[in-house]
C-alpha cells in the first residue's frame, strides 16, 4: 500500500497570506489527524477528521482549519498566517474509527514544512 | 490532563550496543495506548512499536522492545544492537481512550549512535 502523501513538501508564504494543506491517506484508512510541530512546542494536535467530520480539536485559533473529503483526502487551511505559523505540519492516517475501540496506530506522511516571512 | 515526559534530550551509543530511551507517562485513564515512532532528518515519522495498558506482556517489533512498567507509568523503548541508520529523535506518544486518534506526544530524544 502506499503511503500518507502531504503536498507540497515546502512552502515560503508572508505574513497575512493563507495557506492550504493537502494530505491523502492510507487506502481504506477513514481517520485523519493534523499536527504541527515546532521547536519551541514541539509536536501539537490540531484536529481530527473521520468521515468528514471534525471528531476532536486541539487549542488552536480558529485561523486554523480543516475539512475531509468523501474519499478521506484532508485538507487544512490557516488563514492569515503569522511568522509562529512556520512549521512542519505532519499528517497521519488510521484504520480505526471508533472512538473507545482499543488504540490504533497512527501512520504519519512526510510533512509540510512552511516558512513563514 | 495527559502528560508524557522523556527527560534524555540527546543519547549516545556505540554501533552494536543497546540503548534505552526513557519516557513516563500521567494519566488517570485505566485504559490507553503508547506508542514510539522515530523521526529522522527527513521528518517523516515512522512508527516503531504499540504497547496497551491491558497487555500482559512487554511488546518486542525485531530490534525494538517496550519496557512497560505499569505502576510506575513508564514506558522505556530498548533498541538492540544499534545501527548507524538509528540515529534519529525518538518520540514516545500516548492515546487516551475516548479522544479519537488525538495522541500526545513526549519532548523526544536525539539519538546519535557513534560508528
Known amino acids: 500500500k502506499a503511503g500518507v502523501t502531504q503536498t507540497p513538501r515546502y512552502l515560503i508564504k508572508t505574513r497575512g497570506q493563507q495557506v492550504t494543506l493537502s494530505c491523502s491517506p492510507i487506502?481504506?484508512?477513514?481517520?485523519v489527524s493534523w499536527y504541527q510541530q515546532t521547536p519551541g512546542q514541539g509536536l501539537q494536535f490540531l484536529f481530527e477528521?473521520?468521515?468528514?467530520?471534525?471528531?476532536n480539536k486541539g487549542n488552536f485559533p480558529g485561523r486554523f482549519s480543516g475539512r475531509q473529503f468523501s474519499n478521506s483526502r484532508s485538507e487544512m487551511n490557516v488563514s492569515t498566517l503569522e511568522l509562529g505559523d512556520s512549521a512542519l505540519y505532519l499528517c497521519?492516517?488510521?484504520?480505526?474509527?471508533?472512538?473507545?475501540?482499543?488504540?490504533?496506530?497512527?501512520?504519519f506522511g512526510p510533512g509540510t514544512r512552511l516558512t513563514v516571512l | 490532563a495527559q502528560k508524557i515526559t522523556q527527560t534524555q534530550p540527546g543519547m549516545f551509543v556505540q554501533e552494536k550496543e543497546a540503548v534505552t530511551l526513557d519516557c513516563t507517562y500521567d494519566?488517570?485513564?485505566?485504559?490507553?495506548?503508547l506508542f514510539w515512532y522515530k523521526q529522522p532528518s527527513s521528518g517523516e515519522m515512522i512508527f516503531l512499536i504499540y504497547?496497551?495498558?491491558?497487555?500482559?506482556q512487554n511488546a518486542t517489533e525485531g530490534r525494538y522492545s517496550l519496557n512497560f512498567q505499569k505502576a510506575r507509568k513508564s514506558a522505556n523503548l530498548v533498541i538492540s544492537a544499534s545501527q548507524l541508520g538509528d540515529s534519529a529523535m525518538y518520540f514516545c506518544?500516548?492515546?487516551?481512550?475516548?479522544?479519537?486518534?488525538?495522541?500526545?506526544f513526549g519532548t523526544g530524544t536525539s539519538l546519535t549512535v557513534i560508528p
Open positions: 506518544a500516548m492515546r487516551p481512550p475516548n479522544t479519537g486518534n488525538q495522541f500526545y
Open positions: 504497547q496497551g495498558s491491558y497487555d500482559q
Open positions: 497521519a492516517s488510521s484504520p480505526q474509527g471508533l472512538a473507545g475501540v482499543l488504540p490504533g496506530t497512527q501512520y
Open positions: 477528521y473521520f468521515s468528514e467530520t471534525q471528531r
Open positions: 494519566t488517570s485513564d485505566p485504559s490507553y495506548g
Open positions: 487506502s481504506g484508512h477513514r481517520s
